[in-house]
């Protein structure tokens, strides 16, 4: 899916008319943060797993 510059100014737009140019900056913050959150919480899972696969590993070798 690709967004062009007309699309990506349309959604702009229409969020300022449904949230206001006082709310947008905020709701702004509140996404970043959440993504943030989001990755930091992903990232954590995929280390948990590569700790798995690295005890596996290792009782293997020590059969």
């Known amino acids: ?3 062009g510059f007309g699309s ?3 959604i702009v737009f229409v969020a ?3 949230f206001g140019p ?5 709701l702004g913050k509140a996404a970043g943060n ?3 959150e ?3 919480a ?3 899972l995929a280390d948990d797993d590569d700790d798995d696969v690295k005890k596996k590993e290792n009782r293997e070798e020590v059969k």
């Open 22 to 26: 006082k709310k947008l900056p905020e």
């Open 1 to 3: 899916m690709n967004l």
């Open 16 to 18: 300022l008319l449904i």
């Open 38 to 40: 989001f990755k930091h």
């Open 8 to 10: 990506i100014v349309l």
């Open 42 to 44: 992903t990232k954590g």
């Open 34 to 36: 959440t993504l943030r």
